[in-house]
């Protein structure tokens, strides 16, 4: 992605939109790595087994848990790496918002059960 | 009039903290698309920007709340396994739906969806709030952060609302019920 160190001149942007492009891509990752385990554990029974955390929760604790976790480990190395940049934030906001639309479709049963 | 714990508990996750994140949507949506796309008037700006800010971390509060409430207290009394030759389902809500072919649906279709789907809505306000934090009116600089902020926070409201509807069907067949009872008040004879 085209990135660059931040130029503010007086009609330009107060901020860089690295750490606000950062944000947005990890909501993307984080639900859609929680939509790709809820699948796999839905399809895999030994999946299923690893995924339980809390065992009255079942499967669910461990792909909610797992998901969290890495939602929040990409959205710090992002925000490590673009806090204080420009970069293309048209093209990183069409991948999270294609990732929410696949999270939203791996979730629906009915997509699920064609795999 | 009386309510049991386990009730109560659904009560508090559904009608407290989902219902009250559904009502509190709309309005951040308006506010989040009025904030950042108009012009501040320079006497309210300041305390309106704080407000939105108050006003969405209480979305993120009660988004995580409805989640884990319902994930880690509401939804193990529903999943729970009956004795074998237990009879009588009502105490077991997921085997009492699976039971029949007219609420099967609503367990496959319906709670299969929802505890999965409930999940994007605290990832996507917790976002929506840090963006408009760090940024605030700044927001209106950033096109494409703007989309983001109102297409996520839209995408909330849709997987709130997915959830709460699902939730709200499925309690209404096979109702999560047991515990202690809790007396609300003690009816005269009329």
């Known amino acids: 992605m085209n990135m660059s160190k931040s130029n503010a001149s007086p009609n330009s942007p107060v901020l860089t939109n690295g750490s ?3 944000a947005i891509l990890a909501a993307g990752i984080g639900s859609f790595v929680l939509a790709v385990f809820a699948c796999a554990s839905d399809k895999s029974v030994a999946v299923r087994n690893t995924f339980v955390f809390y065992k009255p929760t079942g499967a669910l604790s461990g792909v909610t848990t797992t998901a969290i976790v890495v939602w929040l480990l990409a959205w710090g190395i992002l925000e ?36 | ?40 008037s320079p006497e309210s700006s300041a ?38 030759g237990t009879k009588d389902l009502a105490m077991f809500p997921q085997r009492l739906l699976m039971a029949g072919p007219t609420t099967i649906g609503w367990h ?14 605290p990832i996507s306000i917790t976002m929506v709030a840090f963006v408009f934090i760090k940024y605030g009116r700044d927001l209106k600089n950033h096109r494409q952060l703007r989309i983001a902020v109102l297409g996520f926070a839209a995408a909330s409201f849709v997987c709130a609302g997915i959830a709460g509807f699902c939730g709200a069907m499925i309690n209404k067949y096979a109702p999560v019920q047991g515990g202690h009872t809790i007396q609300l008040s003690h009816g005269e004879e009329k």
Not at chain 1, 99 to 108: D, H, I, V, Y
Not at chain 2, 6 to 33: I, Q
Not at chain 2, 64 to 78: E, I, K, Q, S
């Open chain 1, 20 to 22: 606000g492009s950062a």
């Open chain 1, 80 to 115: 490590g790496r673009w806090r204080n940049k420009t970069v293309a934030a048209g093209r990183i906001v069409a991948v999270a918002f294609a990732l929410l639309g696949l999270s939203l479709l791996l979730t629906f049963p009915p997509v699920v059960d064609l795999f």
């Open chain 2, 1 to 40: 009039m009386e309510i049991t714990a386990r009730a109560l508990w659904t009560l508090v996750h559904g009608m407290g903290f989902g219902a009250l994140y559904l009502l509190a949507c709309s309005g951040a949506l308006v506010e989040l698309y009025r904030f950042t796309s108009s012009s501040p």
């Open chain 2, 47 to 84: 305390g309106q920007q704080r407000f939105l800010k108050i006003y969405l971390l209480s979305m993120v509060v009660l988004a995580w709340a409805a989640v884990l409430t319902g994930a880690y207290v509401v939804y193990p009394w529903y999943r729970a396994v009956p004795p074998s």
């Open chain 2, 108 to 121: 496959s279709l319906g709670m299969e969806w929802k505890e999965h789907v409930a999940w994007f809505v």
